[in-house]
């Protein structure tokens, strides 16, 4: 159960797009569409973004946006605001019915 | 308004044991999958365990397999983690959160409970 892999940061100016890589393998990522992504802003609990790779729940902004090619999945923020300054974890169900959290990337916006 | 409200974190010393709890309110409880995710100071989420929505079925990480069982009273409205033979590195903020229904992933998060496991 080793975390899936993301940068440790990524930063932008805003109004840029910036994008946030998850590299998993064939028994998380690559094995189903059960991606799920979190923003978690400091001493915050985390907060759902994306699931099922690209679905967006109700209330979360068109700016985040996801794709997925074979064991990669890859969060786009575009029009990036001061808002957006957060901590971005990628989530994924596994082929032993346990779930892998990504190591975590921490959004700057200079 | 849904909502989660964990509890029964502090310091313990090490193979010391605790008991969470999350409290639950403002959605059918027992319709839904509950997990537990974690948080060690300055790192990221790291999945606990989950558990279904009767009880009859729950998976673990491996960090806590043997050690760590969940369970819920679904009269209460509540899901535990039982942690036993705790170790330092079990030292994190835990997090309760409800499994989306009947889909993989989690809709909604309690704002977390501190467990320090300290000698």
């Known amino acids: 159960q080793s975390a899936l892999t993301q940068p440790a940061s990524v930063s932008g100016s805003p109004g840029q797009s910036i994008t946030i890589s998850c590299t998993g393998t064939?028994?998380?990522?690559?094995?189903?569409?059960?991606v799920s992504w979190y923003q978690q802003h400091p001493g915050k609990a985390p907060k759902l973004l994306i699931y099922d790779v690209s679905n967006r729940p109700s209330g979360v902004s068109n700016r985040f946006s996801v794709s997925k090619s074979d064991y990669t999945a890859s969060l786009t923020i575009s029009g990036l605001q001061a808002e957006d300054e957060a901590d971005y974890y990628c989530?994924?169900?596994?082929?032993?019915?346990?779930?892998?959290f990504g190591t975590g990337t921490k959004v700057t916006v200079l | 308004e849904v909502q989660l409200v964990e509890s029964g974190g502090g310091l313990v010393q090490p193979g010391g044991s605790l008991r969470l709890s999350c409290a639950a309110s403002g959605f059918t409880f027992y319709n839904f999958w509950m997990h537990w995710v974690r948080q060690a100071p300055g790192k990221g989420l790291v999945w606990v365990s989950r558990?279904?929505?009767?009880?009859?079925?729950?998976n673990f990480a491996d960090s806590v397999k043997g050690r760590f069982t969940i369970s819920r009273d679904n009269a209460k409205n509540t899901v535990y983690l039982q942690m036993n033979s705790l170790r330092d590195e079990d030292t994190a903020v835990y997090y309760c959160?409800?499994?989306?229904?009947?889909?993989?992933?989690?809709?909604?998060w309690g704002r977390g409970t501190t467990v320090t496991v300290s000698s």
């Open positions: 959160a409800r499994g989306a229904f009947r889909a993989y992933y989690m809709d909604v």
């Open positions: 989530c994924s169900y596994t082929s032993s019915s346990t779930y892998v």
């Open positions: 064939s028994s998380d990522v690559g094995a189903y569409n059960y």
């Open positions: 558990v279904n929505s009767d009880g009859s079925i729950t």
